[in-house]
């Protein structure tokens, strides 16, 4: 299995406070991702990175900034939680952005706003 | 936009075979993935195709045709372990996956 730890696994929070989520890895793989999983949609990209300190945005980055300062850890920071960022969140690695690069993910996060 | 399209759900029978089709449209194409993901689980890498024709794996195969936008995961000899969320994602030309909303798979005995 591929080294990738999210933590929390479960949390819930009030809508307003910032929250933070974290993807490790052991992987020393470049890329790292972070989506959502919500029903009736398929995962949707929320930021990714490239290596340290370089993230892009993907298709639903508003209300979320990220960080990475080292290779192995990637942040997910929810600035203000609304109660429509209740989601799963999985963490996802690649070791390059060739073709047929495989996703290995992580055991993601269920986040609840109330 | 970019669209990927798969049936919701699927119901079949211990023993039997089943197909999950997946159509899409998006922008570029470089490669089509299908996951399984297990309820409360995450998603497992099963297969890859970027060249059409069929590509087979044990009791699981998939096949691609670029000109249609389409393809399909062939599950044989199910067993009820097969139950779970079949995920079909293409690698479009930004080498982004986008990921279709997953098809569950139902296995009665």
């Known amino acids: 299995d591929a080294g990738i730890t999210q933590s929390p696994r479960h949390k819930v929070t009030e809508t307003g406070t910032p929250v933070t989520l974290r993807c490790h890895q052991t992987e020393n793989h470049r890329y790292m991702y972070w989506y959502r999983q919500d029903p009736g949609h398929g995962l949707r990209l929320i930021h990714y990175s490239y290596g340290v300190k370089d993230t892009d945005k993907g298709e639903v980055s508003d209300g979320y900034s990220v960080s990475r300062s080292k290779t192995e850890d990637f942040l997910l920071t929810l600035e203000s939680a609304t109660s429509s960022q209740t989601s799963v969140y999985f963490c996802?690695?690649?070791?390059?952005?060739?073709?047929?690069?495989?996703?290995?993910f992580g055991q993601g996060t269920r986040l609840t706003v109330v | 936009g970019q669209n990927i399209d798969q049936p919701t759900e699927m119901t079949a029978t211990e023993g039997a075979i089943v197909q999950i089709n997946c159509t899409y449209q998006?922008?570029?194409?470089?490669?089509l993935f299908w996951y399984q993901q297990h309820a409360g689980e995450a998603p497992t890498f099963l297969s890859y195709?970027?060249l059409d024709g069929l590509e087979e794996k044990g009791r699981f195969s998939s096949f691609l045709s670029r000109s249609k936008g389409y393809s399909y995961l062939l599950l044989k000899e199910l067993q009820m372990k097969d139950s779970a969320s079949y995920l079909c994602?293409?690698?479009?030309?930004?080498?982004?996956?986008?990921w279709g909303a997953g098809t569950k798979l139902i296995i009665k005995p």
């Open positions: 994602a293409v690698r479009d030309s930004n080498y982004q996956l986008i």
């Open positions: 998006t922008s570029g194409f470089n490669g």
């Open positions: 195709n970027v």
């Open positions: 996802a690695i690649t070791e390059g952005q060739e073709p047929n690069t495989e996703a290995f």
